[in-house]
């Protein structure tokens, strides 16, 4: 139990359906993050939140939409995907956006048909 | 460019041994801090030990250590004394200390490991 809540754990949709992911903090951190987990490589990270500001987005395409309405929950809204958007996503909080360990949560896995 | 290099992709290692898992990096930066993280089977990543670039002494936590050289750029996680819940894979993380780079942390590709009884 790291304090990180991700909602749903698991998730199947079709090409041209719309969902979000969401991603709950209670440990007063700053900073959230977003990656995504594929398999055979590095997590990949997508965006970087502080202070509900987002201060990354590592290109990633625009059917992937990140929301911070404030500093305790992340969003990830998902739209028009592809299969090679299938994978494990993983948000994670931080302290601040420069200081100490990630925490994450458990992920939600991601299956486009 | 930063990036974390782990050319183990899997290891087998019986129960009650010491384990070495292999990390190198490679940062033009002279601050930094390298982290190793465990994900079970279930997915969730978990903390397991810190190391800042100027510390001088090598980060312990129970039964991880890690066996820091910085002239080789290595970051290398020992686990004493497996356990068979030890199974898992094990990432190596990098983050900067530039404005740009500092709230990113970096993984490497990860070592399965697989504790055999």
């Known amino acids: 139990e790291t304090g990180v809540t991700q909602t749903p754990r698991h998730l199947v949709m079709g090409m041209t359906n719309k969902k979000s992911l969401k991603c709950e903090q209670h440990l007063g951190h700053n900073a959230m993050y977003w990656y995504k987990q594929s398999a055979k490589k590095p997590l990949e990270l997508m965006f970087v939140y502080s202070l509900e500001e987002r201060v990354e987005n590592n290109s990633v395409p625009s059917r992937f939409s990140p929301e911070c309405p404030n500093s305790s929950h992340l969003f990830l809204h998902l739209h028009t995907l592809q299969p090679e958007d299938s994978a494990l996503y993983l948000c994670?909080?931080?302290?601040?956006?420069?200081?100490?360990?990630?925490?994450f949560g458990e992920g939600s896995r991601l299956t486009v048909l | 460019a930063q990036k974390i290099t782990q050319t183990q992709p899997g290891m087998f290692v019986q129960e009650k041994e010491a384990v070495t898992l292999d990390c190198t990096y490679d940062?033009?930066?002279?601050?930094?801090?390298l982290f190793w993280y465990k994900q079970p089977s279930s997915g969730e990543m978990i903390f397991l030990i810190y190391?800042?670039?100027?510390?001088?002494q090598n980060a312990t936590e129970g039964r991880y250590s890690l066996n820091f050289q910085k002239a080789r750029k290595s970051a290398n996680l020992v686990i004493s004394a497996s356990q068979l819940g030890d199974s898992a894979m094990y990432f190596c993380a990098m983050r900067g200390n530039q404005v740009d780079r500092d709230d990113k942390i970096i993984f490497g590709k990860g070592t399965r490991l697989h504790i055999l009884p």
């Open positions: 190391q800042g670039s100027y510390d001088e």
């Open positions: 994670a909080s931080r302290r601040d956006r420069n200081t100490g360990e990630l925490f």
């Open positions: 940062t033009s930066d002279q601050s930094y801090g």
